[in-house]
């Protein structure tokens, strides 16, 4: 069965301690991983997509990483603004449901 | 750009009334998703429209659920009768070609059912 998930569910940062979140996929045929930023109240906002192992994607203090087994999206010296909940999502090859999504983690920086 | 909007942000509806959520995609886009999201399953794909037309539907609930695209700039979830278990948040995406890209989403509309 095809499944992502995501981990930790919850993560608190001192503001600048760098960390990660993880993404691992079981899937038949990844077509592309991709991760979101969700902040409280609002719709899921795109930040990458990676295609195949060994691809990296950067964005000001984030970083997302791609294997065959899990992505990274790496966090340096994060900010109180970049508290979200991250989500990552796959589309898997021959699937008619486009993306399927994780159940996230819940970052929060704190000052 | 507007972005996706969706209407309403809030509604709250008593058991057994019928619900209709509003999209309007980004002008371009030819493709439109409907989501829900809940803290016990996250977010699911209820139902996907290609150039107006349904694509895949099978993440719909049951058939009290329907959706509608009558033309590119507009769509329509609606729950009838509702039932307190519908309760979520109700987003709308939309975006180009395949699924290689990254989709917009609306701000969503949160849905309580009493």
């Known amino acids: 069965e095809d499944q992502v998930t995501q981990s930790p569910e919850a993560l608190r940062l001192q503001e600048g301690e760098s960390s990660s979140l993880n993404c691992s996929y079981t899937?038949?045929?990844?077509?592309?991983l991709f991760w979101y930023r969700q902040d409280p109240g609002k719709g899921p906002e795109f930040l990458f997509t990676?295609?195949?192992a060994g691809e990296e994607k950067e964005k000001e203090r984030l970083k997302a990483t791609l294997t065959k087994k899990e992505s990274f999206l790496h966090i340096t010296a994060p900010k109180p603004e970049d508290s979200a909940t991250y989500l990552c999502?796959?589309?898997?090859?021959?699937?008619?449901?486009?993306?399927?999504f994780g159940s996230g983690t819940q970052l929060t920086v704190l000052p | 750009d507007a972005g996706v909007i969706q209407s309403p942000r809030h509604e709250v509806t008593e058991m057994g009334q019928e619900v209709t959520l509003r999209c309007k995609p980004i002008?371009?886009?030819?493709?439109l998703f409907w989501y829900r999201q809940t803290m016990m399953r996250g977010l699911e794909l209820l139902i996907y429209?290609?150039?107006?037309?349904?694509?895949?539907d099978s993440g719909m609930p049951e058939d009290r659920f329907s959706a509608k695209m009558p033309n590119a700039s507009f769509s329509t979830l609606k729950i009838q009768p509702s039932e307190p278990r519908d309760s979520a948040v109700y987003f709308c995406?939309?975006?180009?070609?395949?699924?290689?890209?990254?989709?917009?989403f609306g701000s969503g509309t949160r849905l309580t059912v009493v």
């Open positions: 995406a939309s975006g180009k070609g395949g699924a290689n890209y990254g989709y917009t």
């Open positions: 899937v038949s045929g990844l077509r592309g």
């Open positions: 990676l295609y195949s």
């Open positions: 999502a796959v589309k898997i090859a021959g699937s008619a449901r486009q993306l399927t």
């Open positions: 002008s371009g886009h030819d493709y």
């Open positions: 429209f290609n150039n107006n037309v349904p694509i895949d």
